[in-house]
């Protein structure tokens, strides 16, 4: 592959990176973070906020949409936050502090976020089980938010109603051959998008593979869901309260539950492309123009180059019109 061009890649699911971390960061080092991804050949992204205290997550939110504004031309745009949590199982929580899940209920989500910031809110991850008669959910789409499921032990009977999934096969039931759940119906049907963390640790290359033969491609979105230790050199950080130690590219707390990732897309499509996994046409599909489908959103006029051994050498970034 000589230099070629593709649409910017788009990241719904990023905690950080650089030493940023979404949930306790200033406007400031937001807008530093997105001067730096163009590089990764980012063109959008979505800071994902998790579990935390309530004030907190509305802290942020307000620092978050306050650097949106901000942002120049050439920047790595922010399309939206996505919430990841509160309103998960407690039983799926992952590293996600248990003291400080709720309820997934309308009265909840307004604590957190106050009308005057509902509109930065894009995605919303919440464990569907828990939510009675799909109160939150009704109401978040009603907002034109994008519910997915995760962190959760659904049995999938939500999923006609809820169209995407979070980082698909973590924090969610096993597949079981007799009993079906969220994880097996989401895998079969093709009116539902799949988050994956595609960094051969989040998922073993075979059960990747599994997932490419099955699943329509165009409802396959990649997401890095990398920390504020990816790209910083930093080998132990505080995230969600607890420890978390980076070891050949892995983020576990001193359990050993995973914390997340330390790749971002541009080294995710390059991972998958050389083993032979993809094509990179279908990197750039999974990464770029199914993430846009998802959210119902337009392509933008965004485009990045990339050189022969899958390196982004330049992007060219507009400002989004939302």
Excluded at 119 to 124: D, G, N, T, W
Excluded at 259 to 264: E, N
Aim: proline letters at 4%.
């Amino acid at each position: 592959m000589n230099k070629t061009k593709t649409p910017a890649l788009f990241d719904r699911h990023i905690h950080g990176g650089y030493g940023v971390d979404f949930n306790n960061c200033s406007s400031d080092d937001v807008e530093k973070l997105c001067s730096i991804l163009p590089k990764h050949g980012l063109g959008a992204i979505c800071p994902t906020v998790m579990t935390d205290d309530k004030e907190q997550i509305t802290n942020q939110i307000d620092i978050i949409s306050k650097a949106r504004k901000k942002l120049k031309k050439g920047d790595t745009q922010i399309f939206g936050i996505h919430l990841e949590g509160p309103f998960i199982n407690p039983q799926k929580k992952g590293i996600h502090p248990e003291d400080k899940i709720l309820k997934p209920t309308v009265k909840n989500f307004q604590k957190i976020v106050p009308p005057s910031l509902e509109s930065e809110i894009k995605i919303v991850t919440l464990a569907p089980e828990l939510d009675e008669n799909l109160e939150l959910t009704k109401y978040l789409k009603s907002k034109n938010i994008t519910v997915s499921a995760g962190h959760t032990m659904s049995d999938g009977k939500e999923l006609d109603q809820i169209k995407e999934v979070t980082h698909f096969f973590n924090a969610m039931p096993a597949l079981h051959h007799r009993n079906l759940n969220i994880t097996s119906k989401s895998l079969m049907d093709n009116n539902i998008f799949l988050e994956v963390i595609a960094d051969n640790f989040h998922i073993a290359s075979d059960m990747l593979k599994m997932i490419l033969k099955l699943k329509s491609k165009e409802k396959i979105i990649f997401i890095s869901d990398a920390l504020s230790a990816a790209y910083s050199n930093q080998e132990k950080i505080i995230f969600a309260g607890e420890e978390i130690y980076i070891k050949e590219n892995t983020a576990r707390d001193k359990e050993g539950t995973i914390a997340g990732a330390t790749k971002y897309l541009d080294e995710i499509i390059r991972l998958n492309t050389k083993t032979g996994l993809i094509s990179f046409d279908e990197g750039i599909q999974f990464c770029s123009q199914n993430v846009y489908k998802s959210l119902g959103a337009d392509m933008p006029e965004t485009y990045i180059e990339w050189d022969k051994d899958c390196f982004v050498t330049s992007a060219h970034i507009n400002s989004l019109n939302l």
